[in-house]
């Protein structure tokens, strides 16, 4: 993965085009057409003013055209304004409709990168990659929309080019190649430096992810509390000015570039505008060039440079544009890598026997040497309740992710019912678990949409209630006055409510019973718990699972010593396994552990016990 996304060949300026008007045409047909009506008038209104001035002074030199004079008048008059309301309007048209589709760009890309595997996002140059990407759809500028409005300009500006070379044909071709001349050096000056640019842009990727992690630490409400007592607030504004001084320094030399570039840019035009003025006075002293013909020719000559110039501009634009869009591919087509494993059906059934086996499991997560897991062996059976002690950093969560998938075993296999789990679909398989971590999700939504985590008008209002009440919050919920609607804090609501720690772990925990999938997992979401609570949440969970396999996590074994076996892990193996009652009696790590627990839960242990 990692070596697709940093080798892979850039796409053709063409093939990204295709994509582009493609996707477009899919999203929003409309928006195409307005932007061929908005090229087309906006390269009228330039083609009729070079061609006023000589009509005019044509008519008024025949004085017995006068009459057709303000006939003239008038039908470059109208074409002028059908042509300008034609531009705005469509051009108005087009800005809220490229908006609506970057977002759904947006969209695709949120969804891609929460399909990807948890070690790819993990991988910090995959997160670079990510914000490349990302760069194609953060705003109206840049990437998606400024490639779609530089074409709107290429395409009309190319038609002033046309018609204008078609009037200056006639008068020398010579002209129109020395003019192209001029502005293509122009052209290519520019091409240059916006390559330095998008260069330095890219090696600003990591500065701007960290800028945008440190702006999100500072505003995250979760940090307040330790911002202010620990009085993080100078280290955070010193970590950002740190970080932020590479982009500065980089955006000052890009500067410096812009400046040299201009000075050849306007050297180009002046010598230009000096040397086509001196031809023209010379066809008018001596080769009796009518003035009308002056004016018409001036104009075309001036109109044919700019809008090539402006062409040519807009076109290192769309290059520019277009390096981003192939970002934007490359992260959205980066393959999600398969096991190359003959892929064999998986249906999830909440009432159906699993089996789960771990076969001699080792795991190292990537750039590191020493192995988080170590030849984990391990079976549990249908119905069975697996509790998993051990010191932190024993190796307790990583054993939770291998089982679910986010990562995938360095040597050995996970078996489900006796296949090795690699077989199934991948987003099918998730669906095997309800696992709730010790970091605890909670969104800036209502109550029920937490818990059921789906949309108000999908979900099953009386499964969230029993779900809420298993997890022990039912009477806190059910006194609040907008109930099972009240808004989780209040980002998105006046009235929202900002739970304890303890009461959102058993939100979660609700969550949990509700997506009521076949294999239960709990990694320790309890801590926030007193001793007390944690032991008649584990009971009334443990209940409300039925049937189910279930894995329990807990520092404390008083919560989980009703479990059928107890697996200690130290050091990434399993040390010690089997029931609370043969650890007791095999007197080593658990016993021991359980001894110490026991002189500081002595009032609970008799309630336990
Ligand atoms: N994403 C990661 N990348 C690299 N190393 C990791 C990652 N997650 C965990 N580790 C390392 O793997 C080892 C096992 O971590 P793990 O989270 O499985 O421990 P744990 O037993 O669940 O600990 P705790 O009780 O503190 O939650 C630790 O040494 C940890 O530093």
């Known amino acids: 993965m990692e070596t697709h996304a940093t080798s892979r060949k850039r796409n053709t300026l063409l093939r990204n085009l295709k994509w582009l008007l493609k996707t477009l045409w899919q999203h929003d047909k409309l928006a195409v057409f307005f932007m061929t009506v908005a090229s087309v008038a906006e390269a009228v209104v330039p083609m009729v003013v070079v061609l006023i ?34 531009a705005t309007w469509s051009s108005n048209q087009l800005w809220p409709r490229y908006s609506v589709f970057r977002m759904q760009l947006v969209s695709l890309f949120g969804r891609k990168f929460m399909n990807m595997n948890q070690e790819d996002i993990e991988n910090p140059r995959i997160l670079d990659f990510s914000q490349k990407a990302d760069n194609a759809v953060q705003d109206d500028f840049n990437g998606v929309e400024g490639m779609l409005y530089n074409l709107t300009e290429i395409l009309n500006r190319a038609l002033v080019v046309i018609g204008c070379s078609a009037i200056l044909s006639n008068l020398n071709a010579v002209v129109i ?15 240059r430096n916006r390559h330095v640019e998008k260069s330095i842009l890219d090696s600003l990727s990591t500065v701007f992810r960290q800028t945008d992690y440190i702006m999100e630490a500072t505003k995250n409400f979760k940090f307040g509390k330790d911002i202010r007592l620990f009085g993080l607030g100078k280290w955070l504004s010193d ?12 955006s000052w030399l890009l500067r410096k570039r812009y400046i040299i570039i201009d000075a050849v840019y306007n050297i180009g035009v002046v010598v230009q505008e000096a040397a086509l003025y001196a031809w023209l006075i010379y066809k008018v002293l001596y080769a009796e060039m009518s003035i009308a013909d002056f004016t018409m020719y001036a104009a075309a000559v001036r109109a044919f440079s700019s809008n090539l110039g402006q062409l040519l501009e807009r076109f290192t634009g769309y290059l520019q544009q277009n390096w981003r869009i192939d970002d934007y591919l490359a992260f959205i087509e980066l393959p999600i890598p398969d096991t190359g494993l003959e892929r064999l059906p998986l249906t999830p059934d909440r009432n159906a026997a699993y089996t789960i086996e771990f076969e001699n499991v080792s795991f190292k997560y990537s750039g590191r040497d020493e192995y988080a897991l170590r030849n984990v062996s391990i079976v549990l059976k249908p119905k069975e309740r697996l509790a998993i002690i051990g010191l932190n950093g024993a190796g307790k969560t990583t054993f939770i992710k291998l089982l679910t998938r986010l990562y995938e075993p360095t040597e050995g296999r996970i078996l489900l019912n006796g296949t090795d789990i690699r077989h199934f679909d991948k987003q099918t398989y998730y669906k095997m678990f309800s696992v709730v971590f010790q970091e605890i999700m909670m969104f800036a939504f209502s109550v029920k949409e937490n818990v059921a985590v789906q949309e ?13 009440q298993g997890a022990g919050l039912g009477g806190k919920i059910a006194n609040l006055p907008k109930g099972y609607d009240t808004y989780v804090q209040k980002v998105l609501d006046e009235e929202g409510i900002e739970f304890s720690g303890g009461q959102n772990q058993k939100i979660a925990l609700a969550r949990a019973l509700y997506k009521d999938a076949p294999i239960v ?5 309890t801590s926030a718990l007193d001793a007390l609570a944690e032991y008649e949440v584990y009971q009334s969970f443990d209940r409300m699972i039925g049937d189910k396999t279930a894995i329990y996590i807990s520092h404390r074994l008083s919560s989980t010593r009703f479990c059928t076996n107890i697996a200690v892990f130290n050091d990434g193996r399993i040390e010690e396994y089997g029931a609370h009652q043969e650890l007791i009696a095999q007197g080593g790590t658990y016993k021991k552990m ?7 839960y002595s009032n609970e242990v008799k309630v336990v016990g």
């Open 53 to 86: 001035p000589k009509l005019v002074l044509d008519a008024i030199e025949s004085s017995e055209n006068v009459k057709a004079l303000y006939g003239i008048i008038a039908a470059l008059g109208l074409l002028l304004f059908a042509a300008h309301s034609a």
């Open 177 to 191: 190649l020395v003019l192209a001349i001029i502005v293509s050096i122009n052209f290519y000056v520019n091409l």
């Open 239 to 250: 970590k950002f000015w740190s970080v932020v001084s590479v982009d500065i320094e980089k």
């Open 456 to 468: 108000v008008s999908e979900l099953d209002a009386a499964r969230v209630e029993r779900a809420v």
């Open 521 to 525: 997992v709990l990694d320790e979401p």
């Open 594 to 600: 359980f001894d110490m627990q026991a002189v500081y």
